[in-house]
């Protein structure tokens, strides 16, 4: 593709430019389609103030510039040291210029498993001053000298404190030593590795209460192992929603990402329901009457009904006593999650609360004496919501054990999503560390021209780092505990997120530079630490070194079969494609691949209004793709004349299976045969986004008891483990 220059219509203040560079805001970027474009002033200065940076006026931006290049010098530690293991990096500390200064690491303390509440001494390492001058600098009136010390190549793995002392005054930065890679398993290196990926909550069984839950996704590991030989199961977030309805249907906009959504717990299964009184046991039962024949509805699928039913029950459970040991265990639990478990409890607690009611001021900050009160008010709802978030995690443990004692070499895939909802529980545990006036969401592309708006407030940048990167640690901690592996939605966002200004279009916002060093640096270490596969989503505009760094990192990225070309457009040979990555035929923004196919991408764009471009174009180009596409499949003996439907979604499949990916996923819905679409970027209550229930190319249900006898299913598992 020819890359050129748009020419802009205005030219940028240089001072602004630099402004926004020091800040780690791009003022240009290029398209999709090859077009260097300028980002607008008016979307500068907004998240330049978002940032925390004025910049409403030539004067004001003067101003932040001067005082942005002595930010450094500020500080007599950076908040945030990042390093892979085995690098010895130098450390600048500030300090009164000539004074002497100390510097030291003291190491994470080991966990001693015959002790767990045993604090362990801390090891502690002096740093060795390098003979490095910096010429010193008057900030703020006061003369600063640069020292520079060398944390040394042989530190641990994990999460260190660095300390510095110079005259009575005293700094502490965290201090994080990271993997160089991370090392695919063997049973992953030398074995042709697949699995399913599936939407939880559409794979419903005759005992589900209208949602696919933890339950079914223990039995459809189990069986998509025994019966179909896959490695793994791929899952979308299932990430917290509202503790109240309505909820947010949408799997990518969570209140939380580092807690679940009960939503997917399996009441019978929870131990105290065994013993329940015969009364209790009846209203139980008697919550589950109304969701009963949901399971069998090809319709949307009502998420707010099945909580509704669901969340009587799990508050009579709940009521139920719990041994000493299981009550010490819950206890337990509830230590180790600490505050952040106990903030996201008190959100939901306080939602219940309030209601629809307004909150007070007070209530929106968790420090505040008001939430203290609170707490202390509702603690029993802050109780009930730790509680589920412990038999939640009880039943994400049983789903991946029962996986790999099936036989998965990988077992449950977790995913991660970008953001979470403006008005959710992290947002209001965590607003220190989240931007303000704008929102995440991705410039036009090739799929979605009018770009996109996720309404997700962003990480800010220094924030977080000045945090430890605390609570992103906590986040993926969370999400890897009983994970194989970790898929991380739009991983793009780790090394630059598009920022858009409140009220402002999706086309019209600007990246914003993130320390990707330390993000995948964080990623890779807790990954390491549970055992876990990292999968980089990195499809969408990229630069394209940032695949050559995930690779190095060992980091798979994502290939999907139709967006893969060479070129001129064609598509690429399946020997061409990356081998560490994670090779699918579709993804869960187009339709399932008999519908896609069929053209139906096209026409639901056109009904909803999304497309940019003349329909009979779009038309003209779909039916390239695929004429293009049959040739090519025909060229490699893959199908003969005149394909039946299932045979071209057979051969894609084994397409994918050709190349030399480390994974290959296949959607349950190309299994069936669904042709219906989960989700159509760029809208809303337009279509039934995240709502629809598997099915079969006619719409009728597929339970999960009849899943493994579907002919479509085993025919295209056979072609997965078909020798090459």
Same mark, same amino acid.
């Given at each position: 593709?020819?890359?050129?220059?748009?020419?802009?219509?205005?030219?940028?203040?240089?001072?602004?430019?630099?402004?926004?560079?020091?800040?780690?805001?791009?003022?240009?970027?290029?398209?999709?389609?090859?077009?260097?474009?300028?980002?607008?002033?008016?979307?500068?200065? %907004?998240?330049?103030?978002?940032?925390?940076?004025?910049?409403?006026?030539?004067?004001?931006?003067?101003?932040? @510039?001067?005082?942005?290049?002595?930010?450094?010098? =500020?500080?007599?530690?950076?908040?945030?040291?990042? *390093?892979?293991?085995?690098?010895?990096?130098?450390?600048?500390?500030?300090?009164?210029?000539?004074?002497?200064?100390?510097?030291?690491?003291?190491?994470?303390?080991?966990?001693?498993?015959?002790?767990?509440?045993?604090?362990?001494?801390?090891?502690?390492?002096?740093?060795?001053?390098?003979?490095?001058? *910096?010429?010193?600098?008057?900030?703020?009136?006061?003369?600063?000298?640069?020292?520079?010390?060398?944390?040394?190549?042989?530190?641990?793995?994990?999460?260190?404190?660095?300390?510095?002392?110079?005259?009575?005054?005293?700094?502490?930065?965290?201090?994080?030593?990271?993997?160089?890679? @991370?090392?695919?398993?063997?049973?992953?290196?030398?074995?042709?590795?697949?699995?399913?990926?599936?939407?939880?909550?559409?794979?419903?069984?005759?005992?589900?209460?209208?949602? /696919? $839950?933890?339950?079914?996704?223990?039995?459809? %590991?189990? @069986?998509?192992?025994?019966?179909?030989?896959?490695?793994?199961?791929?899952?979308?977030?299932?990430?917290?929603?509202?503790?109240?309805?309505?909820?947010?249907?949408?799997?990518?906009?969570?209140?939380?990402?580092?807690?679940?959504?009960?939503?997917?717990? =399996?009441?019978?299964?929870?131990?105290?329901?065994?013993?329940?009184?015969?009364?209790?046991?009846?209203?139980?039962?008697?919550?589950?009457?109304?969701?009963?024949?949901?399971?069998?509805?090809?319709?949307?699928?009502?998420?707010?009904?099945?909580?509704?039913?669901?969340?009587?029950?799990?508050?009579?459970?709940?009521?139920?006593?719990?041994?000493?040991?299981?009550?010490?265990?819950?206890?337990?639990?509830?230590?180790?999650?600490?505050?952040?478990?106990?903030?996201?409890?008190?959100?939901?607690?306080?939602?219940?609360?309030?209601?629809?009611?307004?909150?007070?001021?007070?209530?929106?900050?968790?420090?505040?004496?008001?939430?203290?009160?609170?707490?202390?008010?509702?603690?029993?709802?802050?109780?009930?919501?730790?509680?589920?978030?412990?038999?939640?995690?009880?039943?994400?443990?049983?789903?991946?054990?029962?996986?790999?004692?099936?036989?998965?070499?990988?077992?449950?895939?977790?995913?991660?999503?970008?953001?979470?909802?403006?008005?959710?529980?992290?947002?209001?545990?965590?607003?220190?560390?989240?931007?303000?006036? *704008?929102?995440?969401?991705?410039?036009?592309?090739?799929?979605?021209?009018?770009?996109?708006?996720?309404?997700?407030?962003?990480?800010?940048?220094?924030?977080?780092?000045?945090?430890?990167?605390?609570?992103?640690?906590?986040?993926? =901690?969370?999400?890897?505990?009983?994970?194989?592996?970790?898929?991380?939605?739009?991983?793009?966002?780790?090394?630059?997120?598009?920022?858009?200004?409140?009220?402002?279009?999706?086309?019209?916002?600007?990246?914003?530079?993130? $320390?990707?060093?330390?993000?995948? /640096?964080?990623?890779? @270490?807790?990954?390491?630490?549970?055992g876990a596969i990292v999968i980089g989503e990195d499809l969408g505009v990229f630069e394209p070194w940032?695949?050559?760094?995930?690779?190095?990192?060992?980091?798979?990225?994502?290939?999907?079969?139709?967006?893969?070309?060479?070129?001129?457009?064609?598509?690429?040979?399946?020997?061409?494609?990356?081998?560490?990555?994670?090779?699918?035929?579709?993804?869960?923004?187009?339709?399932?691949?008999?519908?896609?196919?069929?053209?139906?991408?096209?026409?639901?764009? $056109?009904?909803?209004?999304?497309l940019t471009e003349p329909v009979a174009d779009v038309r003209r180009a779909a039916r390239a793709e695929?004429?293009?596409?049959?040739?090519?499949? %025909?060229?490699?003996?893959?199908?003969?004349?005149?394909?039946?439907? =299932?045979?071209?979604?057979?051969?894609?499949?084994?397409?994918?299976?050709?190349?030399?990916?480390?994974?290959?996923?296949?959607?349950?819905?190309?299994?069936?045969?669904?042709?219906?679409?989960?989700?159509?970027?760029?809208?809303?209550?337009?279509?039934?986004?995240?709502?629809?229930?598997?099915?079969?190319?006619?719409?009728? *249900?597929?339970?999960?008891?009849?899943?493994?006898?579907?002919?479509?299913?085993?025919?295209?598992?056979?072609?997965?483990?078909?020798?090459?």
């Amino acid at each position: 593709m020819r890359c050129v220059s748009e020419p802009s219509q205005t030219d940028l203040p240089e001072p602004l430019v630099q402004l926004a560079d020091a800040h780690g805001v791009a003022s240009d970027f290029w398209g999709f389609d090859g077009t260097k474009r300028q980002v607008r002033a008016s979307t500068l200065v %907004a998240v330049l103030e978002a940032l925390g940076v004025p910049a409403s006026s030539p004067e004001k931006v003067a101003v932040s @510039l001067e005082h942005s290049r002595d930010d450094a010098w =500020r500080q007599m530690l950076p908040p945030t040291v990042v *390093v892979r293991q085995g690098d010895a990096i130098p450390v600048p500390v500030h300090v009164v210029d000539g004074a002497p200064v100390e510097v030291w690491v003291e190491l994470e303390a080991e966990q001693r498993p015959a002790r767990p509440h045993a604090r362990a001494a801390r090891e502690r390492r002096d740093l060795s001053q390098l003979d490095v001058f *910096v010429e010193p600098r008057t900030v703020d009136g006061r003369p600063v000298g640069r020292a520079t010390f060398e944390v040394p190549a042989d530190l641990p793995l994990g999460w260190h404190d660095l300390h510095a002392e110079s005259g009575g005054t005293q700094a502490r930065a965290t201090l994080v030593v990271t993997p160089r890679r @991370l090392e695919l398993p063997e049973a992953v290196v030398d074995n042709p590795t697949w699995g399913f990926m599936a939407q939880l909550y559409s794979v419903r069984s005759r005992a589900s209460w209208g949602v /696919g $839950d933890l339950a079914d996704l223990a039995d459809l %590991a189990w @069986l998509s192992a025994r019966e179909a030989g896959a490695d793994f199961v791929l899952v979308n977030p299932l990430h917290a929603a509202e503790p109240r309805t309505p909820m947010t249907p949408s799997p990518y906009l969570p209140t939380s990402r580092r807690f679940v959504n009960p939503l997917y717990l =399996r009441v019978e299964d929870i131990r105290e329901t065994a013993y329940l009184s015969a009364a209790d046991r009846s209203l139980v039962e008697w919550s589950f009457d109304p969701v009963r024949d949901l399971c069998t509805d090809p319709g949307p699928i009502d998420r707010d009904a099945a909580w509704e039913a669901k969340k009587a029950a799990l508050e009579v459970v709940f009521a139920a006593p719990r041994s000493t040991a299981r009550q010490a265990s819950f206890e337990a639990f509830r230590a180790e999650q600490g505050r952040g478990l106990e903030d996201f409890a008190t959100w939901c607690a306080l939602v219940d609360h309030y209601g629809d009611r307004d909150w007070p001021p007070g209530a929106t900050d968790p420090s505040s004496p008001t939430v203290a009160a609170l707490r202390e008010h509702v603690a029993d709802r802050v109780e009930f919501y730790c509680w589920l978030q412990w038999v939640a995690d009880e039943q994400l443990r049983v789903a991946q054990r029962t996986a790999r004692e099936a036989g998965m070499t990988v077992g449950i895939m977790h995913d991660l999503a970008v953001g979470v909802h403006s008005e959710g529980a992290d947002v209001w545990a965590n607003r220190a560390v989240l931007a303000t006036g *704008v929102s995440v969401g991705a410039p036009p592309d090739m799929y979605n021209q009018q770009g996109q708006n996720w309404s997700q407030p962003p990480w800010h940048p220094r924030a977080l780092a000045r945090a430890g990167y605390g609570p992103y640690r906590d986040m993926l =901690r969370t999400v890897l505990r009983h994970a194989g592996a970790i898929r991380i939605d739009h991983v793009i966002g780790l090394f630059r997120l598009w920022w858009i200004p409140g009220g402002a279009r999706a086309d019209a916002g600007a990246y914003v530079r993130y $320390d990707h060093e330390a993000l995948i /640096g964080i990623l890779c @270490l807790e990954a390491h630490r549970a055992g876990a596969i990292v999968i980089g989503e990195d499809l969408g505009v990229f630069e394209p070194w940032v695949r050559d760094y995930l690779s190095e990192r060992g980091v798979l990225g994502t290939s999907v079969l139709w967006f893969e070309r060479t070129d001129d457009g064609a598509p690429l040979p399946p020997e061409e494609y990356r081998p560490l990555t994670l090779a699918t035929v579709t993804t869960h923004d187009l339709p399932p691949t008999a519908g896609y196919l069929a053209g139906e991408h096209v026409e639901l764009r $056109d009904r909803l209004g999304v497309l940019t471009e003349p329909v009979a174009d779009v038309r003209r180009a779909a039916r390239a793709e695929r004429d293009a596409m049959l040739a090519f499949l %025909a060229e490699r003996g893959l199908v003969g004349e005149d394909p039946s439907e =299932r045979e071209l979604v057979e051969a894609l499949h084994r397409l994918v299976r050709q190349t030399p990916a480390a994974l290959v996923g296949v959607s349950l819905a190309d299994a069936v045969g669904e042709r219906r679409s989960q989700n159509q970027p760029g809208t809303n209550t337009e279509y039934p986004n995240w709502k629809v229930p598997l099915g079969d190319a006619s719409g009728n *249900v597929v339970l999960l008891e009849d899943l493994f006898d579907n002919a479509r299913l085993r025919s295209l598992a056979k072609a997965m483990n078909d020798p090459l």
